[in-house]
């Protein structure tokens, strides 16, 4: 009898057509398509852990999953088998084999988000997928300054719910937008860290961040939302398909013997 | 009665769902999808002149289209008329007014395009659309010094056919291969402007330095390929999706009087 391994995959997928990462009674997710896809390779039912339950349209380029499976061949066999499998919408970029108690989400240390908007008259037809369109010009110096308001440990419930219990303290160490160098002149480009983040946090971050670039809130409003702990002062949460999960951080990286 | 006016529009479209720029007998195309829009908001029947006319898949941030129309309202109505009316995958990103004899095509001193290709193991899913997925190492420099091989007049014969009549010569001014800051690092850009291309002939030039990459040509082979003029010495085309016409030239911006 063959004895189970864990392994550990980095996982891409465009959030488009997905109801979200987490499995569901009905309708098409990304934690349903890989447990598919690996019932599929081994004719057994495969439960995987995620490092961060995305909503629904919310895409990843660093997802991190892990999964205990009994298999006879290659590592490599098995990644190209599950890239053979899974969908055109996920990828698996990277596989190792990895320690029996690892979990992807309690032993990540961070996470990274990339929040992009295009901030132009009219739609980028090759980014509508990918960045929220706000035509109004936004004053990125003071959206920057509201930023480094959100540094450092705070209760952030004012900008979410935790997915579990009622400890909405979190410790932020990025927060900045930056416009990339590239063909695209009127992108922006979010990244924001945590150890861990709320319910919906960065989307309703990154709505209230944008009134600021929209001179409808001040970075003192930003400070004074803050403080005052209470999600219903928190600005519309920008939509869903300008989010990426693009990296998890783990103390150090799970030990492949394979 | 309302006189003509001639107007030149800048056009993005993500070419996946298209069989071209060109309108056809029969299926989805750019021209053809322009055309009518415009006759949905005219009542009549408007044909536009293209500069560039790319292939089914291939992508444009940057073509140039030109038309006659008698329109009542402002510029800027007819602009917010067309993005409302085209679909989604078509955005007209400037539009302005020109003089009676402007021809996007005939008039055009250069054409910028840019190739992207993603170069790893697996797919980039977020990318899948836009880039062509090689995952063989490519040795980059071997590629930028055969370009260099393609700068100046030459007849590229043995990269693509002219359009029409039997003059392939061109000049080329720019090809090199970049690697861009940002997310993925895998993402390679290849950029060439000439005065004007052959049919296929950059997907040809890509397909043939990608060869080099691989080290399977030499830059010397790349130099004979181009000394034989001969359609048949070119590799495979690269694919249509890497393909981005970015940019079209004017000797002098089209006049504007909106």
């Not at 783990?250 to 492949?256: A, G, V």
Request: one cysteine or more.
């Amino acid at each position: 009898m063959l004895s189970l391994q864990r392994f550990c995959a980095s996982v891409e997928y465009d959030g488009t057509d997905f109801l979200g990462y987490q499995i569901q009674a009905q309708g098409r997710t990304v934690q349903g398509e890989i447990e598919a896809a690996l019932a599929k390779l081994t004719q057994s039912a495969v439960r995987i852990d995620g490092a961060g339950r995305t909503d629904a349209g919310v895409h990843a380029t660093g997802q991190v999953i892990a999964f205990n499976l009994a298999w006879r061949h290659t590592q490599h066999d098995l990644h190209r088998a599950l890239n053979a499998t899974l969908p055109h919408d996920i990828v698996v970029s990277k596989l190792t084999t990895t320690n029996r108690d690892f979990h992807p989400r309690f032993g990540a240390v961070s996470r990274t988000y990339r929040y992009q908007i295009v901030n132009r008259q009219w739609p980028a037809v090759l980014l509508r997928r990918y960045a929220w369109h706000v035509k109004q010009p936004l004053d990125v110096p003071a959206m920057n300054r509201a930023s480094q308001t959100l540094l450092g440990q705070h209760d952030f419930a004012s900008f979410g719910k935790p997915p579990q219990g009622n400890n909405s303290v979190r410790h932020v160490t990025q927060a900045e937008w930056l416009q990339p160098d590239g063909q695209e002149p009127s992108l922006l480009n979010f990244y924001i860290t945590a150890n861990a983040f709320l319910y919906r946090m960065v989307r309703n971050i990154v709505g209230t961040l944008v009134q600021v670039g929209l001179h409808h809130l001040t970075e003192a409003d930003v400070a004074d939302i803050l403080s005052q702990k209470n999600l219903r002062l928190s600005a519309p949460p920008a939509p869903a398909h300008g989010l990426c999960l693009i990296k998890v951080t783990y103390p150090d990286r799970p030990k492949s013997n394979g």
